[in-house]
């Protein structure tokens, strides 16, 4: 890649989009093979449409290609990961009751409980039958064995941080280490892709574990920065957040900032309605006990970690743009933080 420094935001964003079409049109297509109730297959086609990940199977295929494999040697574990993280990702919204999301309709808003239950179920089966696809393709035992390994690791512990993060629900007794934990774990799959794409790539252990740990901090880096916004009430659902699901890192550390602050907190948290006024006290207090400056300084320490791991790859185009994933996740983060 010439001239990194010319190389813009939306020239990184239109890459990767580029770089995960062909996924996500076998996406559109799998999720509704097989299926011949209209009602069904009216739904998939809308989480088709409501779900047009192509960030996944792009960062697969970088971190296939970092560790010298060809990047469309992906393909096949990528689609494993966006079936199955689109079902998962449907049985979230329903666990935070979540009718709208990023300003749309949610599949649950769209549908109701039944239908969503069911083909979040049904895409979470399609992406594990995936792995057939791979013996077609000729993957050897040993290889494949270590796909399913690594497939089956992510979405345990996808599942096991949606688990633990019920409890943090109003909770600003949760410790903060924990709950950046529960953050980090939240988004394995993003791990898993990393991960993934070093084992179709051929990469060595360490390239792998490198690799994996890399994107487990890009995972993290996401995270915080939805924190953030909804603690801004970007997307305008704070309010419901803060009844059904985990209270933001912001508003978690201005809570332990002061007495005075958890109580300002929770007497906010207790209310039936929490309305306009009170999420603009919520970011007041948020400012005035350095919270962002705090999510800041998190967010630089992950940075660092992440460009350590990637300087363990060899150079190549690939790896400058996985650093300009990260480097890009912590400039989102201190434009919203500053």
Known sequence: MSGDKDFSSEDLVSLIKNRGQAVLRKFGQIAVSDVSDPKLLSVLRCVKAYWPDTFR?????FCCEAVGGQPEAADDVSLMITLTSSGGGIHDDIIDKSLYKHCRMTILGL???DYALLA?????????????????????????????????????????????EISCRRNLNTELDHYQKILRRSMADIEGCAKLGAVVGGGSEKEIEALAEFGSCLGFAFRLEDDVK???NE??????????ESVPLPILYAAKSSEDKYFQIKSILGKTSIDPLDIKQLKEICFETGAFRYILMTAKKNEKVALKKLNLLKPSS???TLRLMIEKSFTDVSKLCL
């Open 318 to 320: 690939a790896r400058n």
């Open 57 to 61: 199977p792009a960062f697969t295929s």
């Open 120 to 164: 979040g179920d049904l895409l979470i089966i399609k992406g594990w039958a995936m792995a057939r696809e791979l013996l077609k393709n000729g993957y050897n035992p040993e290889k494949l064995a270590k796909i399913v390994e690594v497939f089956g690791k992510w979405t345990i512990d996808v599942c096991e941080a949606e688990f633990m």
């Open 230 to 232: 909804d603690t801004f």
């Open 111 to 113: 549908h109701g409980l």
């Open 235 to 244: 997307e305008f659902n704070l309010a419901d957040r803060l009844k059904n």
